[in-house]
């Protein structure tokens, strides 16, 4: 039996999520603008980043600690080479209830199947806009919300449903988009959810006008569909749910900036080279690669985990002001979203 181990505010570690690369094909305006990521920026290279073999043993200690659900992120994930194979590896862990990946969907038409057969339990799309022009805007690589429209088709054909489709909002850029997201989505299983656009990192130009607050979010599907308030899934759930008021299907609103829900965060971050990160928002990481390159035994890396965890009092979203906007943060691109 696993064991529960609480950080400083009585919060379990149940969730991990795992940087396998910290590239992408993309470059968003709010995650890798090419002003930063450019043809000069210079990613990890290949022997610093963890193997599949180092990221499975570091899962099965995790597992051992009491994670229940593993998130693959990036980047972007399915960019990594043979990324099925480490699913593989992942699905086999004794006691991981929940596996699943963040993608932007460029490569899911090619990747799905192959993905679901690798043991993938679920899958999350990230998709800004319908609208193609906005959509090629925000991607700043021009390119097409055709290809990950058949991404997603792709996922449910592989029996990934429901797909969960991620709406990054910002303000006067597309805001105006998400009723027909809304209404192009309902009658599917998947689900939509939006989210508030986050200050996380130094490099998006991030200013509290650009966040469009979950409760205007809330008025223009509101205005579109009738909604109806949905409970919970389970405790610490980030998204508040919403069920529409006339038929079957859901949508999710999550408020980091306008609602912060750190109270309730259950979740560590693995970089793709190997640092531990207890905060989306954190200034610096613990090195666990170290410790795996040296040969350390499961049992002291166990510990060293353990130790960090039950160290961890962060609640950035809870404190965030003017005093905290100017912090160095860790790019979302370097340990996933």
Not at 132 to 146: L, W, Y
């Amino acid at each position: 039996m696993a064991l529960t181990i609480t950080d400083e505010r009585a919060r379990p570690l149940r969730d991990l999520r795992i940087s396998v690369t910290d590239r992408c094909n993309f470059r968003c305006t709010y995650c890798m603008p090419k002003e930063v990521f450019g043809r000069d920026f210079h990613f990890l290279p290949l022997a610093q980043i963890l193997t599949f073999e180092e990221i499975a043993r570091l899962a099965r200690i995790f597992v051992s600690l009491g994670v229940e659900k593993i998130r693959i992120t990036g980047g972007e994930p399915l960019v990594r080479r043979e990324i099925e194979r480490l699913v593989a590896m992942l699905a086999a862990i004794p006691g991981l209830r929940d596996l699943t990946l963040t993608t932007n969907g460029s490569l899911l038409a090619q990747k799905a199947a192959a993905l679901r057969s690798a043991g993938l339990t679920r899958i999350t799309v990230s998709l800004d806009s319908l609208d193609d022009t906005v959509f090629r805007a925000m991607n700043d690589v021009d390119f097409p919300v055709a290809r990950v429209l058949a991404g997603i088709d792709a996922a449910a054909a592989a029996g990934l449903e429901p797909v969960k489709i991620n709406v990054v909002v910002k303000r006067g850029v597309n805001e105006h988009t998400i009723a027909d997201m809304v209404r192009h989505f309902r009658g599917t299983s998947h689900i939509i959810r939006f989210i508030e656009y986050m200050d996380v990192g130094a490099t998006n130009g991030w200013r509290l006008d650009d966040v469009v607050p979950a409760a205007e979010i809330l008025r223009l599907i509101s205005a579109a569909v009738p909604l109806v308030a949905v409970q919970p899934n389970y405790p610490g759930e980030v998204a508040r749910r919403y069920g529409f008021a006339d038929g079957p299907g859901e949508i999710g609103i999550i408020a980091s900036v306008t609602q912060p829900f750190c109270g309730d965060c259950t979740r560590a971050r693995l970089s793709s080279d190997g640092s531990l990160y207890t905060c989306l928002f954190a200034n610096r990481g613990h090195d666990v690669r170290a410790l795996l390159r040296a040969g350390r035994p499961d049992d002291e890396i166990a510990a060293f985990l353990t130790r960090m965890w039950k160290a961890r009092a962060d609640r950035y979203s809870e404190i965030r002001s003017e005093a905290t906007l100017g912090d160095r943060k860790v790019e979302m691109s370097h340990i996933g979203g």
